[in-house]
Every structure is written in structure tokens, then in C-alpha cells.
């Protein structure tokens, strides 16, 4: 369920939907961080890449596709963020 409900918050998002964002902001959060913490333990760098991940979506909407592949690409945003750091 939360899967076809982040389908619908990027499609929201892409279209110009603030809300969606921050929707999807709060849905991943916890998960990036725990993420973020296993490839790089300082806390605070990786609390800054995540708030990086979503500011560079914002700059980036109107480049961006719609996916069914959200999460991975949050992840993975996050992941090339904190090894470019």
C-alpha cells in the first residue's frame, strides 16, 4: 500500500504539488537516515544530504519522470550524495 501511495505523491510532486513532497519527505526520512548512517556514521553529514536529496529534486521537477521506482531513487540520490561528501 505505501508503495502505490508514493506513485501518487510523485506524480502530485512532478506536477507541482508541494504537499507531495513533503509527504513523501516525512514517509522516507527515518528510512534515509537509518540508510545514511550505515555508509557514513557522522549524523549530521548525512541529516544534510538528506535535506540536499529533496532540495535537488525541487530544482530538478521539472527534469524529472515519473517512476515507479521512488524509493530507489531516493536511496540511491542519497547514497551518490553522501559518497560525493
Known amino acids: ?5 508514493t506513485i501518487e505523491l510523485w506524480q ?3 506536477i507541482g504539488d508541494d504537499d507531495a513532497l513533503s509527504k513523501l519527505y516525512n514517509c522516507y526520512v527515518h528510512e534515509l537516515y537509518s540508510y545514511g548512517l550505515k555508509i557514513h ?3 549530521y553529514l548525512v541529516k544534510d544530504c ?13 527534469n524529472l ?3 515507479d521506482t521512488t524509493p530507489l531513487y531516493l536511496f540511491k540520490s ?5 559518497l560525493e561528501e
Do not use: A, P, S
Request: no cysteine; aromatic share 6%.
Open 1 to 5: 500500500m505505501k508503495h502505490l501511495g
Open 12 to 14: 502530485r510532486f512532478i
Open 78 to 82: 542519497l547514497r551518490n550524495k553522501l
Open 65 to 67: 519522470k515519473l517512476t
Open 41 to 43: 556514521g557522522d549524523d
Open 50 to 62: 538528506i535535506q540536499e536529496v529533496f532540495i535537488n529534486l525541487i530544482n530538478q521537477r521539472k
